[in-house]
């Protein structure tokens, strides 16, 4: 045999594809294009997604902005509501008063021809004058006057009690003159004794003496006998006079 026949030792460290050389060859080979492929497809993908948000941010760009959602305005707080206020008790009912009779007409008036209220008496009137008698007349009575009865005293006169100079009663409510001489009055005694009127006669040198004309007006008709005093009268009627009106005078004798 000659120098150039083969072994198969010699076939296999050949470069053909049976040997174990070349099998490392061709996985490395494989490996590194698959690494190649991998990292394309990885690069291809970061720009996909690259265009992929441009395109996203156009369509974006392209649709109408909404308009900017106008803020609601705050909502009022509603007051506080206040308490309502506490309901007061209703006052307690009060009793009607008692029904009382209407009240009377409060005026009884009288005037004096010749002899003014507060004034001085005329002499002609008194003792030392012709002693004319008063002349009253009756202006107003109270409602509910039944009768009138009149005395005329001196609260001046040096006795114990007022001096009495004219008792006049059983005087009708409607009378609207009083003096002497009337039929229809009843003439009691002044504190000389006599009926009728008695005029002034103070002490001379006893400085002015006052004379008061006293009217009562009475609510009954009271049936009196004849000839009572002024004090006699004056308790008589005293339980039925509704009002009672004066007017004074002054005389002086020197």
Do not use: K
């Amino acid at each position: 045999m000659t120098d150039d026949s083969t072994t198969p030792n010699d076939a296999n460290d050949g470069d053909g594809n049976g040997s174990p050389r070349g099998w490392m060859i061709a996985v490395v080979v494989g490996v590194v294009v698959a690494l190649i492929g991998v990292i394309v497809l990885i690069v291809s993908d970061g720009d996909d997604s690259d265009d992929g948000s441009v395109t996203t941010d156009s369509a974006s760009a392209a649709t109408t902005e909404s308009p900017a959602t106008t803020e609601i305005p705050e909502t009022t707080e509603t007051p506080a509501s206040t308490d309502a206020p506490e309901t007061t008790s209703a006052p307690e009912t009060t009793s009607a008063p008692e029904t009382t009779a209407a009240p009377v007409d409060p005026e009884l008036t009288f005037t004096i021809a010749d002899i003014d209220d507060g004034g001085t008496i005329p002499e002609n009137f008194t003792c030392d004058g012709p002693n004319d008698v008063p002349v009253l007349t009756v202006t107003a009575v109270p409602d509910g006057t039944q009768q009138l009865a009149l005395i005329m005293d001196d609260a001046d006169a040096p006795t114990p009690d007022p001096f009495v100079h004219w008792v006049v009663y059983d005087i009708a409510a409607d009378a609207t003159e009083i003096t002497d001489e009337n039929d229809d009055f009843t003439y009691g005694l002044n504190d000389t004794g006599t009926a009728g009127w008695f005029g002034p006669c103070p002490p001379p040198g006893d400085g002015p003496h006052g004379y008061v004309f006293t009217l009562y007006a009475l609510d009954a008709v009271i049936e009196l006998p004849e000839d009572l005093d002024g004090r006699e009268l004056f308790t008589a009627i005293e339980p039925a006079v509704i009002l009672e009106v004066e007017v004074s005078a002054t005389y002086e004798r020197q």
